[in-house]
């Protein structure tokens, strides 16, 4: 019984991730070069870095907290990045190019306070996470991919070994 509430939380988990990736709409661009194959195992198409999800993921909303961290995971690794505010004063922002309702439910509901915003002109919406508190705490729960090295460094995942 236990193997199998492992697999059905395993492929919640997997839903979430997937509506995460879909929170700003079906079609996906720029997917990470690392999650193609496994889009392309699920049977959803993907070219050159463009995928369509089927529509159900576009209306999933997570019940769980899990799946709330697995959709802001996917949601994040989609449309998100990490953000050198003031890359001497070491303080790294985490902005989503989406202004998602979904999104800022999900965050919320992991006991973070997203800003709400737009770009200059108004047209574009975004979420950021400027707090120190919020972003470990995001570290923390989502466990999000870092890439960069400096970045990485600053959010304070690298330890030196002398």
């Given amino acids: 019984m236990r193997r199998s509430t492992q697999c059905l939380s395993m492929r919640r988990a997997e839903v979430a991730y997937l509506a995460g990736m879909a929170v700003a709409g079906c079609v996906v661009e720029g997917v990470k070069p690392h999650l193609i194959n496994w889009l392309r195992s699920l ?10 999800l089927p529509r159900r ?24 990045e990490f ?5 001497h004063g070491g ?8 202004g998602a309702k979904k999104l800022i439910k999900s965050l919320r509901l992991m006991g973070l306070a997203p800003l709400e915003t737009t770009d200059e002109s108004g047209d574009r919406r975004f979420i950021v996470l400027y707090r120190g508190r919020d972003i470990r705490r995001f570290l923390k729960i989502v466990k999000p991919a870092v ?9 304070g995942l690298c330890t030196h070994n002398s």
């Fill in 57 to 80: 993921y576009c209306r999933y909303s997570p019940q769980t907290l899990l799946e709330h961290a697995y959709f802001v995971k996917g949601a994040f690794e989609t449309h998100g």
């Fill in 83 to 87: 953000f050198l505010g003031d890359p």
């Fill in 43 to 52: 049977g959803i198409s993907v070219d050159m870095g463009r995928a369509e």
């Fill in 147 to 155: 890439e960069d090295a400096v970045v990485a460094k600053l959010l």
């Fill in 91 to 98: 303080d790294v922002v985490i902005i989503f190019k989406t």
